[in-house]
């Protein structure tokens, strides 16, 4: 059964002269894991703000759980959690006070409201910090008190609208064992993202978007197939650059690429890291000494080199979802 | 029965708010009370009022109304503020009254008017203010000014949720406020301006509750009265008719400009 779809979705903004969707269709089967990957100005987030009931759309239908988000806006909240790009909580009010506000307002009574607060802000390993206002969080923090938010009462549908733009590797790392953790509780989410590694972790499923359409859909590992997967990448001495070609097109079955001034030698491999010892132990034989090897996985741009021959570029900046205007989020 | 429960919690999350930072509530007190000091000693003793009991007894009025048109100001701040952070979004989204997080914002800031205004009231009282009227009436003037300060502060919320930036609220705020406040009979007669000035002052609603207030105190309205105009004979009417015309502008423009916001 499909929890979400959206089908031909159009929305343009400054009296049609900016399309920021354009004929979107999407769907996300129920208890699995959809990622909308593209570049800033694609449309990831219109397409959150009109399912999530923030924007209707010009043109074009959508239902959450079956229920339509134009028609029946107020039914698709009480079963909807939604985290934005920036962390949207009260940065007076302290995490255990926004958390039983919240419950509050989804009318949990108090004694339930202040019970999965604390449930919350325990699983979130922000039971430290309740008692201290938002604005002392580190931004990751922050991100996983938006999220432990939008999860109060259990929501059949999570949106995620670009969960750990803007944090740190430490709290990326942080926030992706969060959302694997309610992934296996079996919420069905639409997570949008601008990184192809981290729709890799999460997602089951990932649709790529450009200017307001999907222009592929498909697992990662069809994805990467068609994009080419990982790349093997060797740094020679200038003497052994002819050498090294050789061993790696052989390793690699395609004919390695050069960029002569880099002396980095090039090629797709499709069995990983066996692939890189091998050429290790060759280059050993031939007596080459590589001054940087390393397997390089696809980047959103290698997928958009793939998919329509240019890199991604960047759109007119849409306003993110939780966002208000354009604050970009605190580390 | 949702709506008021969701309209209370909002509320409550801004009385949070104060006790989070008192400062607010401190400096939101300590400014009308300074304007009460500053116009009693600086210009009560050059203006000649010929009123018993002195200027003091004039002014208090124009002090009370302005202060509570100021209510107009932290309305259009604090949603913009809410706006900024991302914090409208997230109340949109969630299954609750679309009116709450509104309603809530501009009856918060009423509460916040009645602690202010009884500071200002107190002050009032050790500087000579003497309001002659009775208990009764002195009440129902302290009313008067609690509505007028609600009504004022939906035009706030229009302005809060229609404001591109936030920095442009304080700015139009600020437009709207003052000279509404000055041109009045608020600090000085009206007699003294030109005549397009005064036909204005005559109507401003500031001037029917400065006149409204100082009749409910048991004051004749000296301040640009011009004798026989409708608003200085009839001000207690005028100002509530003036009341329910902001409502029923603003109230709804305000709460579509929210259910649309950030659209």
């Known amino acids: 059964m499909k929890s979400v779809i959206a089908e031909a979705l159009v929305k343009t903004y400054d009296k049609g002269n900016v399309k920021a969707l354009d004929n979107l269709n999407l769907d996300v089967e129920e208890g699995t894991v959809l990622g909308v990957l593209g570049p800033n100005g694609a449309g990831k987030t219109t397409t959150v703000r009109i399912l999530s009931t923030l924007l209707r759309p010009d043109s074009g239908r959508a239902t959450v759980a079956g229920i339509d988000v134009i028609k029946n806006p107020d039914k698709v909240r009480e079963i909807i959690g939604l985290s934005g790009q920036y962390a949207a909580v009260d940065e007076i009010l302290t995490g255990y006070d926004n958390l039983v506000m919240f419950g509050q307002l989804y009318h949990l009574g108090k004694k339930q409201s202040i019970a999965r607060a604390n449930e919350l802000l325990e699983r979130f390993s922000l039971t430290d910090a309740a008692k201290r206002p938002i604005k ?89 197939k068609q994009v080419g997967g990982e790349r093997l990448e060797v740094v020679v001495d200038q003497q052994h650059v002819a050498k090294t070609v050789e061993i790696v097109s052989e390793v690699s079955g395609h004919a390695a690429t050069v960029d002569e001034g880099l002396r980095l030698i090039m090629a797709p491999v499709s069995t990983g890291s066996a692939a890189l010892v091998e050429v290790l132990r060759s280059l050993d034989n031939a007596g080459i000494h590589a001054l940087d090897i390393g397997l390089k996985r696809p980047s959103l741009d290698d997928v958009f080199l793939a998919l329509t021959g240019h890199v991604a570029e960047e759109h007119k900046e849409e306003e993110p979802v939780l966002s208000g205007r354009g604050r970009k989020a605190k580390k | 029965m949702s709506a008021v429960t969701d309209t209370y919690i909002i509320t409550r999350r801004q009385l949070q708010l104060l006790t989070r930072v008192p400062e607010v509530l401190i400096f939101s007190t300590i400014q009308p009370i300074m304007f009460v000091l500053l116009f009693r000693y600086v210009f009560g003793g050059s203006i000649q009022t010929g ?66 205004l009884t500071a200002m009231g107190l002050t009032g009282l050790l500087v000579g203010w003497r309001p ?132």
């Open chain 1, 136 to 224: 002392n969080y580190s931004g990751g923090m922050r991100r996983r008190l938006d999220l432990a938010a939008s999860l109060i009462v259990k929501p059949k549908v999570l949106f995620l609208d670009e969960p750990t733009t803007g944090l740190d590797p430490r709290g990326r790392q942080e926030m992706w064992g969060v959302i694997q953790e309610l992934v296996k509780g079996g919420v069905t989410l639409l997570l949008t993202t601008q990184y192809l590694e981290e729709a890799d972790q999460l997602a089951d499923e990932i649709a790529v978007i450009d200017t307001g359409k999907v222009i592929a859909r498909g697992t990662s590992d069809a994805l990467k």
């Open chain 2, 51 to 116: 009123q018993p009991g002195g200027y003091v007894q004039l002014l208090m009025p124009g002090i009370f109304v302005q202060t509570v048109a100021f209510t107009l100001a932290g309305t259009a701040s604090g949603l913009a503020e809410d706006m900024k952070k991302g914090l409208i979004d997230r109340f949109r989204s969630l299954p609750i009254s679309q009116s709450a997080l509104v309603v809530g914002r501009t009856l918060g800031d009423s509460l916040l008017n009645i602690v202010v």
């Open chain 2, 132 to 263: 002659s009227s009775g208990i009764g009436n002195v009440l129902l003037g302290f009313l008067f000014l609690l509505g007028f300060g609600y009504a004022l502060s939906w035009i706030g919320a229009f302005v809060g949720l229609s404001a591109k930036d936030f920095r442009v609220v304080q700015n139009v705020s600020f437009l709207v406020t003052f000279p509404l406040t000055f041109l009045s009979n608020e600090f000085a007669t009206t007699t003294g301006m030109p005549r397009a000035l005064q036909y204005f002052a005559e109507w401003n609603p500031v001037s029917t509750m400065v006149a409204a207030c100082r009749e409910l105190f048991g004051l004749e309205n000296k301040f640009g009265a011009t004798a026989g105009s409708f608003p200085s004979e009839h001000p207690l009417v005028t100002s509530l008719f003036y009341m329910v015309l902001i409502m029923a502008i603003f109230v709804p423009l305000s709460l579509r400009k929210y259910r649309k916001a950030a659209g």
